[in-house]
């Protein structure tokens, strides 16, 4: 093997990487957020909600959880527009990426709801809580406290996920990655300086999940 | 213009089908023979190979699975071979699927051998006994709902193989999309045989998983 | 009329009926002990009356208030009847002064300063004002029994119905919990208590009612029913026959 290994680029490039790293950590940021909250509201209906709604959400759930993600955001992107709903790059990437995790969150967080013990739901009710009151102050926290770390891990992956957000031309740092091998022709370096920086970003969000779970629950569980 | 029926764009979709569950049952076989291996590194008595196994498998739940895939197509290009993308995108499936089918039988191991070890090495077996007679086949049962549930993910894993190029289900939508301007349909359609090839799996796994608690259960 | 009137109360789990007409009035201030076998429906009448069971016939109303399965009912009732778990069923995830004052603010919407004052008041009753920031794996099994007592009562009930409140405690912490009982029936509040302690409830009760069966098969005062039990079933039940 004759390659030489050439990183001389990075000197010039370093700020397109840096712009992809800032799109990566928005789209996540945003995906998580709001992509947990919808996570919530579906597993709470999937476990608690009305029985007319449950079967939308199964729907939901079990469409998004049996095909790839690279559909779904193409579908988001490419097939709305269609129906009149035009968004740009990052609105579709943000949306396809809620939309993912929240069927991915609800599975799991439906798992913690369900492992409530009875007596928390009687507790809320005998004080006069409505189901919603009850669900909101008496069930959630521990519910989440419970699967926090598979929520964590979950999350993690659909950060790694985002990668192919490059492919409706959302600039995060695979597109940035794409844009400086392009230019450079230095395809191997650009992709393998992209990982390390993709394993570094797992790396410290897994950090940043964990550190958000000491803050959300600041106790220990029983048991 | 070519006017194209729902039919003429669905025989399209299917035939390319037919190149993802090729692809995803070289994936998952190629990742299960070298998740074995990874298996017994990590559990093994050497502590290099349990290292390696270990940081193999962080390496590669760690890092997007489309810079594995393109790394795999332009690292193997480096070697002066011209990669053929089917190529490039069975190595990258099989290295990052035995990754994943490693830890989740790990777990499995873990989860038996917490309780049994004591009990058999009490009866004065080796270890390699131990495994091969007690641990092993009990965590083979529990590992079963996993790993069909697994193979949901390899088979959408697939789906980024069209963007080094494999020609598949997901690179097919596009194609047809160019040809006919229908995302909508095209897309959805796509989804939809995605999630008859991945649903069954689905709710398999999860059939297996409850019948494996009942049985625990009886016990 | 009576604080609370229990008529012809009916429940079936299925097939199993286990409450099979049930009549009780109960008068303000009074004490109530609901004694018999497991399996009689001491639990189910209890958890009826707090709407935590949906009957399938009868009535039963409290401060004129009648029970009905929709929210609002529901609510009316439950702001009226307090109810304590064998379990103590407290929310592992607040304080024991969180416990006290999360209904008051969620269901109330009392401020929270006067939740707080409230929640301190209450937590000195049961004996455990010391123990406000306390979380509920930070205390014994009787002092979380008296911080759930402390929640019900920061709800201001009219009654209180109490599940075998003692019987998930170790044995040398059942009197801390009994005392704070003891102190409550003096004072006048009015109280259904499913209980095993016989002695207690023959001491503090007005009322002992014997179920067997889905039935109040005996009611009377505790003198009469523990010395003079007139039915056979009561009499295998006191261990006299
Ligand atoms: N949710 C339920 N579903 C079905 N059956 C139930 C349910 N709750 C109670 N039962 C049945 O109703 C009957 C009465 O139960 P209940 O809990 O009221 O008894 P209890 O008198 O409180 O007994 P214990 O002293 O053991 O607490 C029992 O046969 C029980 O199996
Ligand atoms: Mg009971």
Redesign the interface.
């Given at each position: 093997?004759?390659?030489v290994f050439d990183f001389a680029w990075l000197g010039q490039y370093w700020p397109v990487l840096l712009k992809g790293i800032g799109i990566t950590i928005e789209l996540i940021a945003v995906g998580a957020v709001l992509g947990v909250a919808l996570g919530i509201f579906c597993a709470w209906a999937r476990a608690l909600g009305p029985g007319w709604l449950r079967p939308a959400i199964t729907a939901y759930v079990?469409?998004i959880?049996?095909?790839?993600?690279?559909?779904?955001l193409?579908?988001i992107f490419?097939?709305?527009?269609?129906?009149g709903l035009q968004m740009s790059e990052l609105q579709a990437a943000n949306l396809a990426m809620i939309v993912n995790l929240g069927a991915y969150s609800c599975e799991i967080i439906r798992a913690g709801i369900q492992a409530t013990?009875r007596?928390?739901f009687?507790?809320?009710?005998?004080?006069?809580?409505?189901?919603i009151?009850t669900f909101r102050?008496?069930i959630l926290?521990?519910s989440l406290?419970r699967i926090w770390p598979a929520l964590s891990s979950q999350i993690?992956i659909v950060m790694?996920?985002?990668?192919?957000v490059s492919?409706i031309a959302a600039e995060d740092l695979?597109f940035a990655?794409n844009f400086i091998q392009s230019r450079t022709f230095r395809?191997?370096e650009a992709?393998?300086v992209?990982?390390a920086i993709?394993?570094l970003l797992?790396?410290a969000l897994r950090q940043v999940l964990a550190a958000a779970g000491l803050l959300i629950?600041p106790?220990r569980?029983?048991r | 213009m070519i006017e194209f029926s729902l039919w003429d764009i669905l025989r399209n979709l299917l035939l390319a089908t037919r190149w993802t569950v090729l692809l995803s049952l070289v994936a998952f076989i190629g990742g299960g023979l070298v998740g074995t291996l990874l298996l017994f590194m990590r559990i093994g008595k050497r502590r290099a190979l349990r290292l390696f196994a270990r940081y193999y498998v962080e390496l590669f739940q760690g890092t997007p699975l489309l810079m594995q895939l393109f790394l795999a197509f332009f690292g193997l290009g480096l070697f002066g071979i011209d990669v053929p993308a089917w190529l490039a995108a069975a190595v990258a499936l099989i290295l990052w699927t035995a990754a994943f089918l490693a830890e989740i039988w790990r777990g499995c191991v873990e989860a038996i051998a917490r309780g049994q070890w004591e009990a058999s090495s009490s009866l004065g077996m080796g270890y390699v006994q131990q495994m091969r007679y007690v641990i092993l086949p009990q965590a083979l049962r529990i590992a079963i709902p996993p790993t069909v549930g697994f193979s949901v993910q390899v088979i959408k894993a697939t789906a980024l193989t069209s963007i080094i190029g494999f020609v598949e289900l997901s690179k097919a939508g596009t194609m047809v999309t160019n040809a006919t301007f229908q995302p909508f349909t095209v897309y959805g359609l796509v989804a939809l045989i995605y999630f008859a090839l991945c649903w069954p799996l689905s709710k398999s796994s999860q059939i297996l998983e409850r019948k494996l608690n009942v049985a625990h259960r009886n016990h | 009329m009576s604080l609370i009137e229990i008529t012809e109360v009916r429940k079936s789990f299925g097939a199993n009926e286990v409450l099979k007409g049930i009549n009780l009035d109960v008068e303000p201030g009074e004490v109530i002990a609901i004694i018999g076998k497991s399996g009689s429906g001491k639990s189910t009448l209890l958890r009826c009356i707090n709407g935590l069971e949906n009957i399938d016939s009868g009535s039963i109303s409290v401060a004129g208030a009648q029970l009905q399965p929709d929210e609002i009912h529901l609510k009316a009732l439950r702001l009226k009847v307090g109810m304590i778990f064998q379990q103590f069923n407290l929310f592992p995830h607040l304080t024991a002064g969180g416990n006290v004052m999360l209904s008051q603010m969620v269901v109330k919407k009392t401020a929270k300063p006067e939740a707080e004052a409230m929640a301190h008041k209450m937590l000195e009753r049961v004996g455990l004002a010391h123990k406000f920031d306390a979380y509920p794996d930070e205390l014994s099994g009787g002092q979380q029994q008296r911080v759930a007592i402390a929640r019900a009562l920061a709800m201001q009930p009219i009654a209180l119905l109490c599940d075998e409140i003692t019987s998930a405690l170790d044995p040398e912490l059942v009197s801390e919990v009994l005392a704070v009982v003891r102190e409550l029936a003096a004072e006048g509040m009015t109280l259904l208590m499913v209980t095993h302690e016989m002695k207690f409830a023959r001491d503090v009760c007005s009322r002992v009612v014997f179920m067997h069966q889905g039935r109040a098969h005996e009611i009377g005062p505790p003198d009469a029913v523990f010395s003079n039990p007139k039915t056979p079933e009561l009499k295998q039940f006191l261990g006299m026959l």
């Open positions: 093997m004759k390659y079990e469409l959880r049996n095909t790839p993600f690279l559909i779904q193409f579908f490419f097939g709305l527009p269609s129906l013990p007596g928390q009687e507790a809320g009710a005998s004080l006069a809580m409505s189901p009151q102050y008496v926290v521990p406290q993690v790694l996920g985002s990668a192919v492919q695979t990655a395809a191997f992709y393998f992209s990982t993709y394993l797992a790396i629950f106790r569980m029983r | - | -």
